[in-house]
């Protein structure tokens, strides 16, 4: 059986991946992807830890005790993360091409509206 | 019963602001009804008021009605109230009745005018004005109305103000008038200063409790200073160059305001103001003797006048004196007499003068007038009536009124046998000047036979309204022919009617006031009697009474009469002579006596010494108040003000600029200042955003470790 470390180091990895594409590129469609890794990197945290920390029989959803059925309060965390990212992609995608019409690119060191 | 009693002044009120303001829009025959139909219904009001006067017992014959309170301040109250007692009804009925009928007669005159309606509101304000200043209760009420009848007066002197003359002449009786109202005014507030009320009950109920309550100085002041005003309203010495002038209005108006009404305002005041002449003879002499003088002055200036009207102008003047000689020498009933009578043969001869005016197509100048006896016989016939009446022939009003003041200044304890014989002189006067106007006009050569050149200019340099005249009357054309050269015709009955009412009037108003001593029974003494009691009985003869007094007796009455009589027949003759006998004598005379006759035909120079004396210094004053003082003293202290003024704000600008404006400069530096340092951070790129965000969370967890 893998243990719950591997699972740590990979959605550590894939973080710290996100996370420096998200500081690193200047194309915002990348940035949005880069935060779609970090997303990924949580949900894979959450799942693990769901499966390791959790046994069977003690768990049940919001409080609700249900006597031998498996906890799936992590893995329920994760519907949502999935749902949420889908969402902010939408609204994300949207707020790029109203910025790519207003500034005839994606680039985010060129949208410097808000300088002080 | 007093309850429609302010009905009577505001109806024409009401006229006056109907007619000002749409009146323009209004049909003739409407306007004429608006305007007739209020004062006729004034004047019905008046006789109802009148009968119920009568129907009280003599002593109580006042009504008080109290409108509203006007003004309360202290112990000052004026309330816009009326008084109606004997005194007040009488001058009701005179101006509310000639004022009807002159009314009516200017539907005829004013006819063709364009101003047509603004003509009648203008009347009707002043009848208002008029009616207010008889019927008020106190000083204020009566000032409101005498400066109200004043504005009238300018504004219908006026009426014709496309010739510039007339303007002018509107402007000097404003301005004359304003010089007397002044006097008023300071008579009033000294008045008011003595006793601590204005109204009249009030004032002689003060008096009479307390004959002391104003010392002989005061009244005499107070009497002389209200006298002044009168001066002015009533056209006396020194102040009545301006009624010749005012001839530049519309003859109506000449009748109703300048002869029947306004200018008796004076006489009215005086006896009104009774109860404080009598304490002051010296006042009561002032009035008097003005009066008297006044009489003669401005009756020798009308034997030589060529103006139809100037001449009834100055026999005004002249009768007005002999009213202010009436009640200066304590006879006030018979002063209201004569005003009353008055009113009615003046009014009916301004009324046959514009009669005849209209029937000659403008013209004025009697010289150029004569036979028109045959074309006007009504208004001859009118006109011989009321010339009879102002001559004081007996059974005729002025007869009665005339000879009761003449009595009065001969034996009252004010009166004095000078006054009389001057008196006397000017009566003699008044029945030549008048009918030789008769005779120049009526009589003697063919008015159509006449050529009519250009009209002499008057030598006085007043100038003269016959022109504008002409101006008002030529639109008429006079039934197809020329304005000067048709023949003269008589006027509509809308004109003539009202003569012959007043001719009437002029024949039996004197029989109200018969003397007792010819076996009448002085009615309008005695119903008068109340208003000026109290003091009366000491200061006058009584007529009903035994003559028990100290003073002449019944048969030197009878024989003053005789002797006023027969100046008066001859006056007539010495006229009939000149004029009709011997038609070249005057000239011969004129010629002769030829410095006499033009100090007297330019009405003595009055107008030019006031213009010398009074008006040219008055403009030198001016300059030099204009040039002198205020140029040169007050300009200069403006200017140092002004600089001074300068300097200290640039001091204080300095101030400001230094300090406050550092301060406030500092303060925004200092903002700036710190704006720039966190604007740094501010990239605006979201890389660096994002990298502060990255490094806070991770201080926030690498402190959040160290703590846990």
Request: charged share 10%; net charge neutral.
């Amino acid at each position: 059986m893998i243990p719950l470390q591997h699972y740590l180091i990979l959605s550590a990895a894939l973080f710290c991946l996100g996370l420096y594409i998200v500081l690193v590129r200047k194309n915002a469609v990348a940035i949005l992807m880069g935060i779609e890794l970090i997303l990924n990197a949580a949900s894979i945290a959450f799942v693990a830890f769901s499966r390791f920390i959790t046994p069977y029989g003690a768990g049940g959803i919001g409080g609700l005790v249900v006597p031998g059925a498996p906890a799936v309060g992590g893995q329920t965390f994760v519907i949502f993360v999935i749902i949420i990212a889908v969402c902010e992609a939408a609204v994300a995608l949207a707020i790029i091409l109203n910025i790519y019409q207003n500034f005839r690119t994606v680039d985010t060191d060129q949208t410097k509206g808000l300088k002080g | 019963m007093e309850n429609y009693l302010w009905l009577i002044p505001v109806l024409p009120a009401c006229g006056a602001a109907i007619l000002l303001i749409i009146g323009r829009f209004l049909p003739k025959a409407l306007v004429s009804i608006l305007a007739c139909g209020t004062i006729f219904t004034s004047f019905i009001l008046s006789v109802i008021t009148f009968i119920q006067l009568m129907g009280l017992p003599a002593d109580h014959r006042v009504i008080h009605h109290v409108a509203y309170t006007w003004l309360q301040s202290g112990s000052f109250k004026a309330q816009a109230a009326f008084l109606l007692d004997p005194l007040s009804i009488v001058m009701l009925l005179v101006v509310t009745g000639v004022g009807f009928l002159i009314h009516v007669y200017s539907v005829g005159y004013m006819a063709d005018d364009k101003r047509y309606s603004r003509y009648f509101g203008f009347l009707n304000l002043f009848v208002f004005a008029m009616l207010l200043l008889v019927s008020g209760d106190n000083l204020l009420m009566m000032f409101i109305g005498w400066e109200g009848v004043g504005l009238c007066s300018y504004l219908l002197i006026g009426f014709w103000f496309e010739k510039t003359a007339n303007a002018v002449a509107g402007m000097k009786a404003f301005i004359v008038n304003r010089i007397g109202d002044f006097g008023f005014v300071l008579g009033v507030f000294l008045l008011f200063w003595s006793v601590g009320m204005i109204d009249f009950k009030g004032l002689k109920d003060a008096i009479h409790a307390n004959p002391n309550l104003i010392s002989s100085a005061t009244a005499t002041a107070i009497g002389i200073l209200l006298f002044i005003g009168a001066c002015g309203k009533s056209a006396q010495i020194p102040l009545y160059v301006w009624l010749p002038d005012a001839m530049a209005g519309p003859t109506p108006v000449s009748a109703l305001i300048h002869a029947a009404t306004m200018v008796t305002a004076g006489v009215y005041m005086i006896a009104r103001m009774n109860f404080v002449y009598v304490l002051s003879p010296t006042a009561m002499m002032v009035v008097a003797i003005v009066g008297v003088g006044t009489a003669l002055f401005a009756g020798t200036i009308g034997l030589f006048q060529k103006d139809i009207k100037k001449v009834l102008a100055y026999s005004t003047i002249s009768q007005l004196g002999y009213m202010f000689l009436g009640v200066g020498v304590g006879a006030f009933a018979a002063g209201i007499f004569h005003l009353m009578t008055h009113a009615f043969f003046k009014a009916l001869l301004f009324m046959g003068s514009g009669s005849v005016i209209h029937g000659t197509g403008g013209e004025q100048d009697i010289e150029k007038m004569g036979g028109l006896k045959k074309y006007m016989p009504v208004t001859f016939w009118t006109f011989f009536v009321g010339t009879l009446a102002i001559a004081g022939i007996p059974g005729l009003s002025g007869f009665f009124s005339k000879d009761e003041i003449l009595w009065k200044a001969f034996s009252s304890t004010h009166g004095h046998w000078v006054l009389w014989l001057v008196g006397l002189i000017a009566a003699g006067c008044t029945s030549f000047y008048m009918f030789r106007l008769l005779f120049k006009t009526f009589f003697g050569k063919n008015y159509s036979e006449l050529a009519h050149p250009v009209h002499e200019q008057e030598p006085s340099g007043i100038p003269v309204c016959c022109d504008d005249k002409n101006d008002a009357h030529n639109s008429r054309g006079h039934g197809g022919h020329g304005a000067h050269k048709g023949p003269a015709h008589e006027s509509p009955w809308i004109m003539t009617v009202p003569l012959i009412i007043l001719a009437v009037l002029s024949v039996i108003g004197g029989y109200v006031g018969i003397p007792a001593v010819i076996g009448g029974g002085n009615h309008i003494e005695h119903f008068m009697e109340p208003v000026f009691s109290a003091h009366q009985e000491a200061a006058v003869t009584h007529e009903g009474a035994p003559a028990e007094h100290h003073g002449p007796g019944h048969g030197t009455e009878l024989l003053l009469m005789v002797v006023s009589v027969l100046v008066a027949l001859a006056g007539i003759s010495t006229a009939y002579y000149f004029y009709m006998v011997k038609p070249h004598l005057p000239r011969q005379m004129a010629e002769k006596f030829a410095i006499i006759y033009k100090l007297v035909f330019n009405k003595y120079y009055v107008d030019e010494i006031y213009q010398k004396v009074f008006v040219n210094n008055l403009l030198r004053l001016n300059n030099i108040l204009a040039y002198k003082i205020d140029l040169g003293i007050i300009d200069w202290i403006v200017n140092i003000t002004g600089l001074g003024a300068v300097k200290v704000s640039e001091g204080s600008g300095w101030t400001d600029l230094t300090f406050v404006d550092g301060a406030v400069n500092g303060t925004a530096t200092t903002v700036l200042t710190g704006g720039k340092v966190a604007r740094v951070p501010q990239t605006g790129k979201l890389k660096h955003y994002l990298t502060w965000a990255v490094a806070g969370a991770v201080v926030v967890i690498a402190g959040l470790w160290l703590l846990l």
